[in-house]
């Protein structure tokens, strides 16, 4: 009776299957740390409404993407260590890039928010921290833009690309974060416009009015008509947004 042969391990499994589909596991490993950052801090892919192992795995297959782009990296000089750290700094301009747009929209909320006076602040997992919600609301419709726009397969392109590093650079990235900005205050200009007209008229009425404590009456009233020109205003805003999530990362 011929001897039985040990069943293969698991790393013998997967080098079979590497050297079969003609992956290369560093290139792999170098497409994963590329890919780290992206799916780490852009709020569009989940951050902590997303489990832990369900970011692995998209990492991993983003890293499957950009892995063959990376097979003449793998035998560049110097520590393995050293080459994925080097592919997390280069796909990191393109993680912030891709989630400027979602954070200048929040910015954009969040002065809404100032302006109307609101203390409450909401906390959800798909965001970094607590906002107040007319931000947090930009926020939402931002990642759902950014989603819908495509995003998700522009920051797989961006990754794989071989011009990458020369493309998505830190002026680049300022730059970006500068035009990103205009287009916040775009956003939030008419909404403080009408926060002006209604502090204004609220002070005439107040100082007209009789008996004098009209004034702590007129707060709430002024939170509620600038919450009714949101509404009014709230498509050409959403409009806004998705033209924001769309050219974030050209």
């Known amino acids: 009776m011929a001897p039985l042969h040990p069943p293969p391990s698991i790393l013998d499994a997967l080098r079979a299957l590497f050297a079969q589909s003609g992956i290369e596991p560093r290139a792999w490993a170098l497409g994963f740390a590329r ?14 409404a ?27 000089g110097g520590p393995f260590a050293l080459a994925l750290a080097r592919e997390a700094l280069v796909g ?3 993680a912030l890039l891709a989630s400027l747009s979602i954070y200048v929209a929040a910015m954009a909320g969040g ?30 419709l931002a990642s759902i833009a950014f989603l819908e726009t495509g995003g998700a397969a522009r920051v797989a392109a961006a990754l794989s690309s071989p011009r990458l590093s020369s493309q998505f650079t830190w002026p680049a990235l ?21 926060s002006v007209l209604l ?6 009425i107040a100082r007209a009015a009789t008996p004098a404590f009209i004034g702590p009456v007129l707060a709430p009233l002024k939170s509620v008509a600038l919450l009714g020109v ?9 409009e806004l947004l998705t033209i924001l999530a769309h050219n974030g990362m050209r």
């Open 199 to 204: 502090e204004t008229t609220s002070a005439l």
């Open 174 to 194: 300022t730059q970006a974060f500068a035009g990103s900005v205009e287009l916040a205050f775009a956003i939030a200009a008419p909404l403080a416009v009408a």
């Open 92 to 94: 990191l301009p393109v």
């Open 35 to 48: 890919a780290t950052p992206a799916v780490t801090l852009v709020p569009a892919l989940g951050l902590g």
């Open 230 to 238: 949101l509404a009014l205003l709230f498509d050409r805003i959403a």
């Open 111 to 140: 002065l809404v928010d100032d302006l109307r006076g609101a203390r409450e602040s909401v906390t959800l997992p798909a965001l970094p921290e607590q906002m107040p919600p007319v931000a947090t609301l930009f926020a939402l």
């Open 50 to 76: 997303v489990p832990a192992q369900t970011r692995l795995v998209l990492g991993l297959a983003l890293g499957l993407c950009i892995a063959p782009g990376l097979v003449g990296d793998v035998g560049a």
